[in-house]
């Protein structure tokens, strides 16, 4: 199938290389120069496992190429499919910025052909999708197209893993054809049985935000059981087990550790508590689910300060891991990032070691932080190591080396990478999350 994906970013990419990668024709626009003329030269310009080999293999097969919106008139005019994958950052009423949405619409609408299928893949409210058709027939009153809503389930630094075996499939749409043109782009999963969900355009719009709002609740319940469990003796990731064995509860996204983040879950709960609120049907849970979340930071800070028996005013911390969880790059809203400036907000010196994220933590790190080139590096004369992201270099950590190197043994593991007696043997000073400190 002929496809323009529009946008490039984590999102958006990936989907233009899974799609070229299922044997479409794919364009991919993007307004940024920089970003196309990296991905031109065959790199990638994000850290994501797999994205760089199926870069490679669509710009191999010729599938996949990279255009600027002024070069994308051609592209657009012979595309069966239009995605719109472009960011929908949070506004400060937790509504959502669409504007990129409609820039693209005004900017595509002169070139699309009779026929074409309208897939908006950026997570927008209920509503937007009809309402982007709504504005195409305004400016092309003459124009027969299909719309659909698809909304992305990829998780970051298992993007192309998830794009290439999705749960499911889910295809909001007014018509036949839509739903038609949608099989055409993944046929290959649908073939192979992967569930392809035909829905109501309202209904996978709310399918997407329901998921991540739904993703953030329960691990705000699992981080309040947490802190019980820290309150009362017993183990969270026993309690975490116990509950994931039974099967209507399941045991993913059942890890206790600093609070959700991300570019996602925290800005989609948001909106979803928006969207809601907008209704008039109420949002009490994913309310809770973002209000425990925003406590949290604070709380971490209460227990780096427990365990060094101390306030952290002119403390030395190592922090280990910046990026909002591993295997990625990205450090929006991540927690290690608002743990640290509350830490130099609180007057610790902090320097900080992250395998993927140092150069956009820089970006976005209060600018006395301090940048080391390993872990032993940032925690060398330190009061405390905290391990923040679950990068697994942590996990195997020299603990005796570290526990030489601190100023003062003493470990805390926001994401319970270490075995405690391990680091008990080491002579450290071991707190984690959801048990008792050793
Ligand atoms: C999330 C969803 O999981 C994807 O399905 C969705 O497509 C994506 O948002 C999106 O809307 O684009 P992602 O933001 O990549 O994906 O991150 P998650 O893997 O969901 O993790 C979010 C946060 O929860 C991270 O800070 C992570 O460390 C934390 N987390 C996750 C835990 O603390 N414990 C867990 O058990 C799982």
Redesign the pocket.
Known sequence: MRITVIGAGY?GLVTAAGFAELGNDVACVERDPDRVATLRAGRSPMYEPGLDGLLAAGSGSGRLRFLLPSEAGPAHAAAEAVFIVVGTPRLDDGGVDLSQVWDVVGAMAPDLSPGVTVVVKS?VPVGTTREVGDRLASLRPELRFHMASNP??????AAVADFLGPDRIVVGVDDDAAAEAMRHAYRPQVDAGVPFMVTAIESAELI?YA??AF?ATK?SFINEMADLCEASGAVIDEVAAGLGMDRRIGP??????PG??????PK?THALRHTSDSFGTGSRIVGAALSVNEERVHRMLGKVEAAIGAPIAGKKIGVLGIT??AETDDVRES?AVEIVREMVAAGASVRVFDPQGMDRGRSVLPEEVEYAFDAYDAVGGADAAVIAT?WQEFAALDLERLAAVLERPVLVDFRNLVDPARAAAAGLSYAAIGRRPV
């Open positions: 999102a997570t992305e389930f990829l998780r970051q630094g997407k998921a991540n993703l691990l993913a996204f059942l890890k206790a550790g959700f983040g991300g570019a996602c879950l989609d909002f969880k927690p679950e």
